[in-house]
């Protein structure tokens, strides 16, 4: 069921707006490809259109929806052929970002690091649906770690078109606990400084991203 009314009495509109949108894409209440009408979306939020008009661009910035000129705007939709080259050039930039921020940790990033996961385990025992939180994000960290700017610049828009079934793929219970058991696996190499474990554990861990997300999006013989 769609979120109803909001709270006028926190932040703005729009950003109320944003995030009751965001989340209702992200549990696939509003599914790839479905329009989104303004009027609607104003209506059953009980607010004016200006601040839906604002919601929606922000989510198009994060690459969550598509507006197109005398269209409006939409939930994106990515074919398989796209996700599946988006998935191969992240895998090559985060599996060098891990090797590389390795290499370069210190004790203040690893203990970082830990307290992330920490808070990452917390998050999924708590939600109701043990859903993967995606307000942590252990991957931005790391490429931080690295500290090569354009690595991290490409990384940043590569997940930004990623956003979308990021999200979704995190929001399966079980996968959200094996999230858990292959990030725990990266941070231990992360924090021993190991850069040949690192790299392969990032890769392990995305490629087993990819496959569930294939599973999830494109069921059938197709998505092994």
Avoid: W
């Avoid at 939020?45 to 922000?58: M, T």
């Avoid at 997940?159 to 219970?173: M, P």
């Amino acid at each position: 069921m769609l979120d109803s009314r909001i709270d006028r009495s926190k932040v703005t509109l729009a950003h109320q707006v944003e995030e009751k949108l965001r989340r209702q894409i992200v549990r696939g209440d509003r599914p790839s490809g479905s329009r989104l009408n303004e009027a609607e979306i104003a209506a059953s939020l009980d607010v004016s259109r200006g601040p839906v008009r604002e919601a929606l661009q922000r989510l198009a910035r994060d690459g969550l929806v598509v507006i197109e000129p005398h269209r409006g705007a939409s939930v994106r939709s990515l074919n398989r052929d796209e996700l599946v080259e988006l998935f191969a050039v992240r895998i090559a930039l985060e599996s060098e970002a891990a090797g590389i921020a390795a290499m370069r940790m210190c004790d203040e990033d690893a203990e970082a690091l830990s307290q992330m996961q920490n808070q990452t385990v917390t998050a999924v025992a708590i939600e109701d649906d043990g859903a993967f939180p995606d307000v942590i994000d252990l991957h931005e960290f790391i490429a931080k770690v690295a500290a090569n700017t354009r690595l991290a610049a490409a990384v940043q828009q590569v997940n930004q078109e990623l956003r979308l079934v990021r999200s979704r793929s995190g929001a399966s219970a079980q996968r959200a606990e094996e999230a858990l058991i292959e990030h725990q696996a990266l941070v231990d190499a992360l924090r021993i400084r190991d850069e040949a474990a690192s790299r392969l554990c990032m890769r392990k861990h995305l490629e087993a991203s990819l496959a569930n997300t294939l599973e999830m999006m494109f069921p059938g013989p197709s998505s092994a």
